[in-house]
């Protein structure tokens, strides 16, 4: 029996699908990495599949040991660097349990659509096949519709307790560690992203600004105080767009406070490095303790 495969083919959809399983488990776990190193961790996969797929007599348990093992633990160090063997071990339990999710979704698209034929036809050089090209998006946007979920259910099993953690605020290439506390009275978002907001001391915001910024900051700030009359736009780039104002409300007490988007918000814990991208960060103009130094930010539940 002669048995042709396309390993241009495989490779090409593990790569795309990788890429895809690694992004959900670095939203799902927080984890920091970039672009370039997701890119690369997906390369390794799709090299590793059609490598493999070349031998398709290969033993089960081989087979296993080689892709689900030894592939997943590979692209794991290469899109979030050296981590502790806990660590690592529940990357890659989450990320097998994000394919299966993700793995068994497409694979009943895969075989109960037109999606088949194209890929089949694609195999043979006729790109322009009688496979349906709604077939083509409708699966696309079910694959989105379906990592949304994924994302969103497993961020349900991570339970953590209240406490202090080392916080690193990163503002291009400017960071600050400081000591944040959770507290799930934080109940901070950002009233045109929705998302969850953190409160830091100004003294911390004061080291992560650049001139250019800094100046921005004090246009944001006199709109605001009532100081002027409007901000003026003209002449500046999306800097100022870094900038919002967070309304709150305490026992007797509403108000607003700046707002300022940090490009990274890095919490240590004992267990892991956790990654928040784009968060923003509501600046008080008073201390967040009663002359004491245990934190300086006060961290938002979702943050963690």
Same mark, same amino acid.
Request: with cysteine; net charge positive.
């Given at each position: 029996m002669l048995l042709e495969v396309y390993t241009d083919i495989v490779f090409l959809i593990n790569f795309f699908i990788d890429v895809i399983l690694i992004f959900l488990l670095k939203k799902?776990?927080?984890?920091? *990495? $970039?672009?370039?190193?997701? /890119?690369? /961790?997906? &390369?390794?996969?799709?090299?590793? /599949? /059609?490598?493999?797929?070349? %031998?398709?007599?290969?033993?089960?348990?081989?087979? %296993?040991?080689?892709?689900?093992v030894a592939t997943s633990l590979l692209m794991i160090v290469i899109a979030f660097g050296k981590l502790k063997i806990s660590d690592m071990i529940k990357q890659w339990i989450v990320l097998n349990l994000i394919t299966y999710f993700?793995?068994?979704?497409?694979? *009943?698209?895969?075989?109960? @659509?037109?999606?088949?034929? %194209?890929?089949?036809?694609?195999?043979?050089?006729?790109? %322009? *096949?009688?496979? *349906?090209a709604l077939y083509i998006i409708v699966s696309v946007c079910a694959v989105a519709v379906v990592s949304v979920f994924v994302l969103w259910l497993l961020r349900l099993y991570q339970i953590h307790r209240p406490l202090i953690y080392e916080v690193e605020l990163v503002l291009g290439e400017? $960071?600050?560690? @400081?000591?944040?506390?959770?507290? &799930?009275?934080n109940c901070l978002y950002d009233p045109i992203s929705k998302k969850p907001v953190m409160v830091i001391e100004n003294s911390l915001i004061e080291s992560l600004l650049t001139p250019n910024i800094r100046q921005d900051m004090e246009m944001a700030r006199n709109y605001l105080e009532g100081k002027a009359d409007d901000i003026p736009y003209s002449g500046y780039d999306d800097r100022l767009l870094r900038f919002s104002f967070i309304p709150y409300r305490s026992i007797g007490k509403t108000g607003m406070l700046l707002g300022i988007k940090l490009d990274k918000v890095l919490i240590h814990t004992e267990k892991e490095n956790i990654c928040n991208e784009r968060v923003t960060v509501a600046i008080c103009d008073n201390r967040l303790t009663d002359g004491k130094d245990d934190y300086h930010a006060i961290l938002h539940k979702e943050l963690l």
């Open positions: 799902v776990n927080k984890k920091d *990495s $970039s672009k370039l190193r997701i /890119a690369l /961790a997906a &390369t390794v996969g799709g090299a590793c /599949a /059609a490598v493999i797929s070349i %031998f398709p007599w290969m033993n089960i348990i081989l087979r %296993f040991t080689l892709m689900y993700v793995g068994g979704f497409m694979n *009943s698209i895969y075989y109960h @659509t037109n999606l088949r034929l %194209f890929f089949i036809n694609l195999g043979n050089g006729n790109i %322009f *096949s009688n496979a *349906s400017r $960071s600050v560690l @400081t000591k944040g506390l959770m507290d &799930t009275g």
